[in-house]
């Protein structure tokens, strides 16, 4: 097929950017022609939370991209528009995780849709995002309006799309596994690299900083006498997207200021591999969640893993085999990340998190779209 992606790409940098991405490499690898439409402007500057949207990776790719859409310019999303619909892709997968990006992307979707050709389908992120404003609602329909099928990446997504659309087709396919972020290197090496103590074992908080991921619980758990004692630290490796202030003060009120290394910028995609293979656990305390991206990396680096039973995490981590599910509490965080250190969880986890990863290859994602096409022709040809 040829298939146009739409959505974030490099130098647009995070996790939403790596797996268009990964997925484009592995649709080439599948033999279909490939490019991703990506933004020429994604947030203005007013309303980014971090220091830069763009990464300084260099990075080259088998496929092509462009920056094309300006995310709060009407006349730029009919233009756009009009050039896809004119390009007649057999399939335009859209991306979508935030109502902001609703009436763009939604307009773009319902002119190429004209062109009676474009098959439109969606892999949502979130639908109900996890910081609502006012209009969230009314977005995501406009958008959902327009788009002819979707995928969700946790089952939690799949229900909540039900309150928008309740006819077309909608499947579920899991995250597939960040795989393209370096390799698994010996935990020493990793210690090394990061010129931390190799006496102590770690506790990896990977990724942006927003208030509903959880932060000051896994502090307030972290603050417990037992790390102090076994020589156990907390990295914190992400930029912060919210006010750092109040996570400062937390580390200051729990005497933290020793034991939690702040690595608060932006973590460059060549440095992600040494994170996580210095550490024993990843942690992911979320408030509320659909699903993640760490988890996935975490499940590349054979990295057992701390998640809390808030949207679809706990579908992705068997409870007390490849790692933790506990509900959002800093007592419960606490008293799973002891009995992981106390108790030497980790090899068996590790063995454990090796079998799990068949369940999250990319190949499994790209059937899912394959079938969903089939469903979206069969529905067409019943149709006529």
């Known amino acids: 097929m040829k298939i ?5 790409a490099h130098p647009l940098r995070g996790g939403i950017a790596a797996l268009n991405e990964r997925l ?12 991703i439409v990506s933004f020429a402007l994604q947030y203005p500057k007013l309303l980014f939370p971090g220091k830069t949207q763009y990464s300084q990776d260099e990075m080259v790719f088998n496929f092509q991209i462009t920056q094309e859409v300006n995310s709060v310019n009407p006349v730029n999303w009919l233009k756009t528009g009009k050039k896809l619909r004119q390009a007649k892709p057999d399939l335009l997968i859209v991306r979508y995780w935030l109502p902001f990006m609703a009436m763009s992307l939604g307009t773009i979707c319902k002119l190429v849709k004209k062109n009676g050709h474009t098959k439109v389908i969606s892999i949502v992120d979130n639908i109900i995002p996890h910081e609502k404003r006012p209009g969230d609602k009314f977005l995501s329909n406009y958008f959902t309006k327009n788009v002819d099928g979707f995928i969700a990446m946790s089952r939690s997504v799949l229900t909540d799309l039900a309150l928008f ?8 396919s899991p995250h597939p596994i960040y795989d393209h972020y370096g390799t698994i290197e010996p935990r020493e090496t990793a210690v090394q690299k990061l010129k931390l103590d190799n006496q102590y074992r770690y506790i990896l908080f990977f990724g942006f900083i927003r208030d509903y991921k959880g932060l000051d619980l896994l ?3 972290f603050a417990d006498e037992f790390f102090t004692q076994n ?7 992400g930029e912060f997207y919210t006010d750092d202030s109040k996570y400062k ?29 210095a550490a024993d656990i990843i942690a992911q ?14 499940y590349h680096f054979n990295k057992p893993m701390l998640v809390t039973n808030v949207g679809g995490l706990s579908e992705i981590i068997p409870n007390g085999k490849a790692g933790y599910v506990v509900p959002p509490h800093a007592e419960n965080i606490k008293e799973a990340l002891i009995d992981f250190f106390k108790n030497n969880r ?13 369940r999250f290859t990319w190949d499994k994602m790209t059937n899912t779209i394959y079938d969903l096409v089939e469903n979206l022709v069969s529905k067409k040809s019943i149709q006529n």
């Open 285 to 298: 305390p979320y408030k509320s969640a659909t699903q993640s991206g760490v988890t996935q990396i975490g």
């Open 24 to 35: 484009a490499k592995q649709l080439v690898t599948e033999g279909h022609e490939v490019n």
């Open 249 to 277: 003060k937390l580390i200051e009120d729990f005497n933290l200021a020793d034991r939690v290394i702040l690595k608060t910028d932006y973590i460059p995609n060549s440095e992600v591999e040494n994170y996580f293979n």
């Open 4 to 8: 146009t992606i739409l959505g974030p």
């Open 231 to 237: 020589k156990i630290k907390l990295i914190v490796a």
């Open 346 to 358: 980790a090899e068996k986890f590790i063995q454990q998190v090796k079998k799990e990863k068949d």
């Open 165 to 172: 659309d309740t006819s077309k087709p909608k499947l579920f």
């Open 219 to 221: 502090l307030e758990a």
